[in-house]
């Protein structure tokens, strides 16, 4: 069982350049979720989806966007890459809030550089 | 304000000892969680814990256990009988019911040091 993937694992990027992070999940789990972490920063939610074909802004959504065309898929773009956009981006999947327990679980990060 | 508070930027801990992280947030929304996440020097995030506002006894997960104080608003984790695999980023971090999503907002993160 895969849980959360994400591609690419690292990535350096030139100023102004596009990329599209994808995020993968295999739990049937109904949110996603793109963070980034920075450092003695803690994770900050950028955009999220609550379902296919649905998404929202978090806390640092300028620059980013995002698309949820399958249930399983989320994908983070950069359309033009930033030097503040270098940072390690997590992706995340929730199974539905309004239960108890709506843990997050998380993938291994994508480290993006951008020069 | 800070939603989550974590003043410990880094501890250190003997082998076999136990340890405390602490953890401070402020809501105002009734109905919120609390969670614990690990993040060893590998970089992914790890689920340890979680704390319901609402749940009576505080949460243990093996030798992971929450010291829930809700009139303090403290969420603090104890690790008992630490090991070197322990040495890690320890998360605290808070849902709260907002709209139709439950967003996590996370602390800046304790760096745990595990020596023998």
């Known amino acids: 069982n895969a849980g959360v993937t994400q591609t690419p694992k690292f990535r350096v990027l030139k100023t102004g350049q596009s990329m599209t992070l994808l995020c993968a999940q295999d739990?049937?789990?109904?949110?996603m979720y793109w963070y980034r972490q920075d450092p003695g920063m803690g994770l900050r939610l950028i955009h999220y989806?609550?379902?296919?074909?649905?998404?929202a802004k978090g806390e640092v959504p300028d620059g980013y966007n995002v698309s949820r065309l399958k249930k399983q898929n989320f994908l983070l773009g950069l359309e033009s890459a930033a030097p503040s956009q270098t940072s390690v981006y997590f992706c995340?999947?929730?199974?539905?809030?309004?239960?108890?327990?709506?843990?997050?679980?998380f993938g291994p990060g994508t480290r993006l550089t951008v020069l | 304000a800070q939603k989550i508070t974590q003043t410990q930027p880094g501890m250190f801990v003997q082998e076999k000892e136990a340890v405390t992280l602490d953890c401070t947030y402020d809501?105002?929304?009734?109905?919120?969680?609390l969670f614990w996440y690990k993040q060893p020097s590998s970089g992914e995030m790890i689920f340890l814990i979680y704390?319901?506002?609402?749940?009576?006894q505080n949460a243990t997960e093996g030798r992971y256990s929450l010291n829930f104080q809700k009139a303090r608003k403290s969420a603090n984790l104890v690790i008992s009988a630490s090991q070197l695999g322990d040495s890690a980023m320890y998360f605290c971090a808070m849902r709260e019911n907002t709209g139709t999503a439950s967003k996590l907002t996370f602390g800046t993160g304790t760096r745990l040091q595990v020596t023998l």
């Open positions: 989806s609550v379902g296919e074909g649905t998404t």
């Open positions: 809501t105002s929304d009734p109905s919120y969680g």
């Open positions: 739990m049937n789990h109904e949110y």
């Open positions: 995340a999947s929730s199974k539905r809030p309004g239960r108890s327990t709506d843990t997050q679980y």
């Open positions: 704390q319901g506002s609402y749940d009576q």
